[in-house]
């Protein structure tokens, strides 16, 4: 079973029959579908070739996710959160009572450790679902890589029972990644109730560094092989051939690993069950 983690919602999403068919040809049986992003990552006028398009507001997005979510259970509801809105408090709550699998969080224009998005993880940890961050330099329409630099995130390793991931690796600084889930891993020996932290290898990473990370992954020494997450950042016109290009690159990676057949088993669907359920 492979999951993929990483699916943003595309302005003009196509048919959901179409979605499903793709993800077959893809040998992806299920996906998480990120929700529509919020209104602050888009400019005041939206031109064609921005990367983030028109805004819409939380429940006009979080409705759409929902109602892809309905049609099959291979699609898993994530919520897209900005934890600077001022009703983010009230966003989580109606995420929640509406059933949404977790959040996603992209730090556009706040630290991750600053007073109120702490305020926003606390909130959502204490309901149980998991968060996806965007993690490493981040292309877009501002000077915002300066708030996703994996350190940033140490803060939230206070956060009982929050379960946390960060994406790609967090390219450029895949390293400072691995120590900063190292410290996690040392943090939750002392205190089981701290949070835990997972990786999605989401490229992120070029080619030409994906055989290094895996390696540094998978034989730092750390325990680490149940915290590991397969995804693809592609949306939900979903591309085979993308896909495939990324299981391919990340099959030659896996084996230049030594990765068993047992770890690949995880890192391609159990550890993100595990991310989604707590268990």
Not at 69 to 75: G, L, T
Not at 101 to 107: D, L, N, P, W
Not at 269 to 278: A, E, M, Q, V
Request: hydrophobic content about 40%.
């Amino acid at each position: 079973m492979i999951i993929d983690c990483h699916v943003h919602t595309s302005p003009l999403p196509q048919s959901k029959e179409k979605l499903l068919g793709q993800m077959d040809a893809s040998g992806i049986e299920k996906i998480v579908l990120l929700s529509y992003h919020p209104a602050s990552f888009c400019k005041e006028e939206c031109v064609d070739g921005d990367i983030f398009g028109k805004p819409m507001s939380p429940a006009v997005a979080l409705a759409q996710v929902m109602e892809w979510a309905a049609f099959s259970d291979r699609i898993i509801p994530f919520f897209w959160i900005d934890p600077l809105e001022e009703d983010a408090f009230d966003q989580v709550d109606m995420a929640v009572a509406a059933e949404v699998a977790g959040f996603k969080v992209i730090c556009n224009r706040h630290f991750p450790g600053d007073d109120k998005p702490m305020q926003v993880w606390e909130r959502i940890a204490r309901s149980g679902k998991p968060i996806l961050f965007h993690s490493g330099i981040l292309y877009g329409n501002g000077p915002w890589s300066q708030y996703n630099r994996p350190v940033g995130f140490e803060p939230l390793l206070d956060i009982p029972k929050l379960r946390f991931a960060l994406a790609h690796v967090s390219w450029p600084w895949c390293d400072e990644n691995l120590a900063v889930y190292g410290f996690s891993q040392s943090r939750k020996k002392k205190n089981t109730t701290s949070a835990e932290m997972f990786i999605d290898t989401t490229p992120g990473t070029p080619r030409i560094y994906r055989r290094e990370v895996f390696n540094k992954i998978y034989n730092i020494g750390y325990d680490i092989e149940n915290n590991v997450i397969f995804g693809t950042d592609c949306n939900s016109n979903y591309s085979p051939e993308k896909v495939k290009r990324i299981l391919d690159i990340d099959m030659d990676a896996l084996d230049h690993a030594g990765v068993s057949p047992a770890q690949r088993e995880k890192y391609y669907g159990k550890n993100f069950l595990r991310f989604l359920n707590g268990s």
